[in-house]
Each structure stands twice: as C-alpha cells, then as structure tokens.
C-alpha cells in the first residue's frame, strides 16, 4: 500500500478580494523508503502542500477540496486530537528555520524527553530510559559529543548543529512520513550535504518516506528518488528524478533546468512571472511564459501526457513536451 496518497487537494486563502488558490488540485504519492523531491519557485505552492500534509493550515487558509491518505487513513477526516497524536509519531516535520523550531528556553535534551513525553513514552519509561533515548538519536545524527549537545541551549550551537538537533527530533519516535521544508536554508555547502546525506541516511534505516521541499535541482538530482515539479499550485510534471532530469518534457521543467548556472555559459532567466493566484488564466498557468506555446494553451487546460514504460508524466498541450 502507498504510505502517502494525496488526491485533487486544494487550499484558498480568503481575503478582501478574490480567494488566493495557492494549491489548485494536486495529485502526490510517496512509498516507503523513498525520498520525493518538490520542487518549484516560491510562491508555487510548495509549503503549503507540506502544511496541508500535516493539517496545519489556518485561517484565512482552508482546504476546500481533496484526500490526503495515510496508510489509506484520510487524514481530514480525524479530528484536532487524532492528528496532534500522529504529528510527530507518524508524521514528522524539518523546518528550514532551526532557530525558529526549538525553544530558546529549554535545553536540548530536554526538548527531546519532551516529544517522548508527549506521545506517552514518559509514563512506560524511567527518566534514565528516556536520557538513553535521546543520547542515542543524538548520537546517530552524527553530533561526536552528545552529553555536551543534550545540556545545550539553542543559542549555543552551530547552524548545523542545530540543524542536526532539529533532525533528531523529527527522527527519534521513528515516524512513517518525514516532511523536510528547505532543511538546508542558510548552510554553508559542506554543512548541507553532511545534512542532507545524514536525512537520506535515517529516512531509509527507519524505512520511512520522505518529501523533500526544495528550489535546488542539485538537491533532488542527489537525494531524491521521484521529483514532483509545482507551478502556480499545480504538480506539472512527475516522475522518476533520472527520468525527469535526462529529458525534462513540461517548458517550465526545461527552464527550470535551463536556469541552473553551468560553468562558462551565460546565464539564463526564465521570462515574465507566475501568474496572479486570484486569478488564474482558463488555460495553461504558463503558456504566458512559455516559448512553445500554442493556440489552444490561453484557453484550454492542459492534459496529462504520460511517457510510456517510465511512470513520467507531464501537464501539457504539446504531445512530446517541450524540446530542450
């Protein structure tokens, strides 16, 4: 069975004016022990899928339509109880904001017992078990002195460092589906991959799966085993990440790959802007942007194409995709 199947999800934000539909129908499967890369600009409609996820939309924003299946559980259909139970246990987050994540008032090893505590491990555990516990998670996201990390503040670690905390509490009640929103955000290079090496490393030994949200194409070339490209609230094209990046076949996809800074070649910019999400063209969100575009892209929604025996599939007028 597919650990995570999200189905026709949309999300608005209401306002004075007309609604913002930041999420306008998005399809997302993720298997156990894979890792699949969301990718797009901000603004496109990729954390609010992740939040959506994890039932933490709030007003003025709402899911107006779509499923969101755990395991086959639909998760808009358990109430503020049932979902603090599994945020966390089955579901866990990695913000790309460390800092913003842990409490500048509690110690790191106390914020961890905490997350035990939570989930009831507190009442079946002796406070040494619990103390064994979080040493151990500490210890397996690679930190070499963990009784010195246990005792910090937040404050009193590196960015990585902290990063790593933030990982081992997403980690350390073993969930089924880890949500990574940017873990890297404001890591110097060598920092990010030690990072996201050691992401890949736990989501695969716990045999969970993984959605990585992420803008760098390097990123999800490396770590990821499926990509889903957003544009304008919409997935626009999916597939194998091998497949997607050796023959890109949706126009914002190749520009998006065209964008990506080469050794010696002059850089290139994707024309125009994402359109307003208040009010979204009848046709193809992109056609205004688009190179390719043809007659019946300002008017009518695309289809979905598939490319045979790849499980690739993109959302457009033209029946081979985009040339490179």
């Known amino acids: 069975m597919t650990l995570l199947e999200v189905k026709g999800l949309r999300v608005e ?8 539909r930041a999420v306008n129908g998005v399809d997302l499967e993720i298997e156990r022990g894979e890792i699949v890369g969301l990718v797009g600009e901000s603004g ?20 107006t ?8 559980t639909d998760l808009r259909t358990l109430g503020p109880e049932q979902l603090r139970a599994i945020r966390g246990a089955r579901v866990s987050y990695v913000p790309q904001s460390p800092r913003g994540a842990l409490n500048p008032l509690l ?14 491990e507190g009442g079946r555990q002796a406070t040494a078990e619990l103390r064994r516990r979080t040493v151990e998670m500490i210890e397996a996201v690679g930190i070499s002195d963990p009784q ?17 905390a933030v990982i081992a509490n997403a980690m350390i009640l073993r969930p089924d589906l880890v949500i990574a929103d940017e873990p890297t955000t404001g890591l110097d290079v060598t920092v990010q991959a030690q990072i996201l090496d050691l992401f890949s490393e736990r989501v695969r030994e716990q045999g969970a799966g993984a959605l990585l949200v992420t803008h760098d194409l390097g ?13 304008a609230g919409r997935i626009v094209e999916t597939g194998p990440a091998r497949a997607v990046f050796q023959r890109p076949r949706h126009p914002y996809t190749v520009g998006l790959l065209r964008s990506v ?23 193809c969100a992109f056609a205004a942007r688009c190179a390719n575009v043809l007659p019946e892209c300002a008017a009518v929604p695309p289809p979905w194409r598939e490319v045979a025996r790849e ?12 040339p490179l």
């Open 148 to 164: 010195r990390a246990l005792r910090a503040y937040p404050h009193e670690l590196s960015g990585g460092m902290a990063q790593r």
């Open 261 to 283: 800074p080469v050794l010696g070649q002059p850089l290139f910019s994707m024309p125009g802007q994402a359109p307003d999400l208040r009010a979204l063209p009848s046709g």
């Open 13 to 20: 934000f209401s306002g004075r004016e007309e609604p913002v």
């Open 107 to 120: 110690r790191i090893g106390k914020q961890m017992e905490n997350i035990l505590v939570s989930h009831g």
């Open 311 to 322: 499980a690739h599939r993109f959302l457009c007028h033209l029946e081979d995709g985009a």
């Open 44 to 63: 496109s409609g990729k954390t609010v899928t992740s939040l959506s996820i994890l039932g933490l939309i709030r007003q003025p924003g709402r899911i």
């Open 219 to 231: 990123i999800v070339a490396n770590y990821c085993t499926r990509i889903a490209v957003m544009y």
């Open 65 to 72: 339509a779509g499923s969101i299946l755990l395991d086959g």
